[in-house]
């Protein structure tokens, strides 16, 4: 063998060959799994593409935010009020200021109760509060600044939430590979930890809207 010759040998040419196909082999696996990854974002993504042209359009969009409404003020309950508890300990105060601190809605607690209270007759109690003041601006504004005012805003908190939702999935994705340490398929991990990323998006989504 001299400087500049090929190497020709058998067992060389065979472990080059078996190295090559390994290589190949180990890259199209990582493409393929990219390919997953990249499949539950482009599902997201399209689930809100979709929802954006919908809003463009300009069709009538208060009966979707009518329902942001309702989720927020549920969840509102949820987090500020433990039903599980009698009545009486129930601290609807909490509600009260959070009404007046994010929706500038002046209430008294005495507006949330009732002769018979569960978890149903609070939330209707909220829900009249807040839409009685949501037909009050409507009739302030008229209905069609109303809607405009609602397809502004609603476009203005998706792509601002979706944003903060993307530099969340680029971190998730950067990390689930130590997963796999730990015993833990990471496809499986991306795709359940994205779930709960996106019902926390919609869920901001559905706050923002409310507050806005």
Do not use: C
């Amino acid at each position: 063998y001299q400087e500049g010759d090929a190497i020709t040998h058998p067992w060389m040419t065979n472990a080059v060959e078996k190295a090559q196909t390994r290589v190949e082999s180990h890259n199209f696996e990582i493409r393929k799994q990219l390919i997953k990854y990249d499949e539950v974002m482009n599902q997201q993504r399209e689930v809100i593409y979709n929802f954006r042209r919908n809003v463009l359009k300009g069709y009538d969009i208060s009966s979707e935010i009518k329902e942001m409404i309702k989720d927020t003020l549920e969840n509102v309950i949820d987090e500020k009020v433990s039903v599980e508890t009698y009545e009486e300990d129930w601290e609807l105060g909490k509600i009260i200021e959070w009404l007046s601190y994010e929706l500038r809605i002046q209430a008294k607690v005495d507006d949330l109760q009732s002769d018979i209270m569960n978890r149903e007759v609070l939330l209707a109690n909220l829900e009249d509060i807040v839409f009685e003041a949501y037909s009050k601006r409507e009739e302030f504004l008229g209905s069609e600044n109303m809607r405009k005012l609602e397809r502004h805003s609603l476009l203005s908190v998706v792509d601002e939430n979706w944003k903060d939702h993307l530099h969340e999935m680029d971190l998730l994705k950067e990390g689930i590979g130590l997963r796999a340490y730990g015993q833990k398929d990471p496809l499986t991990e991306y795709k359940k930890e994205s779930y709960l990323l996106f019902e926390k998006l919609i869920s901001n989504i559905h706050e923002s809207v409310t507050k806005s």
